[in-house]
């Protein structure tokens, strides 16, 4: 699995910006993904997780209702739709890949395997 993100930029807030993250290795569908973000002096942050199927979805509250996880095995990407942006989703952007077989998503940082590089979100008021 080799992760890569792109997509982020500066962008007003109530604005939206769609972050891709593509695969270029080959174990792409048999992964889940998870979306984190991280600011400055803080904890890198769970947003958003999707099965391998992408019939399963899972959100952290804040940005329940705004942003949308979804991906495309065919094209080995994940995307994030963030909708409604807001200031305090200002952040570096990270994808992620769970490889692990499980039955639920996983949501901390330590259960992911492979990372990709950040895509910098600035949201301004």
């Known amino acids: 699995v080799q992760l890569q993100a792109y997509g982020g930029g500066l962008v007003q807030a109530g604005d939206s910006l769609t972050l891709s993250c593509t695969d270029s290795g080959r174990t792409f569908s048999g992964a889940a993904l998870g979306w984190f973000r991280q600011t400055p002096g803080k904890e890198r942050e769970f947003v958003a997780g999707?099965?391998?199927?992408?019939?399963?979805?899972a959100y952290a509250d804040s940005v329940k209702g705004r942003f949308t996880i979804s991906r495309d095995n065919a094209k080995n990407t994940v995307y994030l739709q963030m909708d409604s942006l807001k200031p305090e989703d200002t952040a570096v952007y990270y994808c992620?890949?769970?490889?692990?077989?499980?039955?639920?998503?996983?949501?901390?940082?330590?259960?992911?395997?492979?990372w990709g590089r950040g895509t910098q979100v600035t949201v301004s008021s």
């Open positions: 999707i099965s391998r199927s992408g019939s399963n979805t």
């Open positions: 992620a890949a769970d490889v692990v077989p499980r039955t639920n998503l996983v949501i901390t940082t330590a259960d992911y395997d492979y």
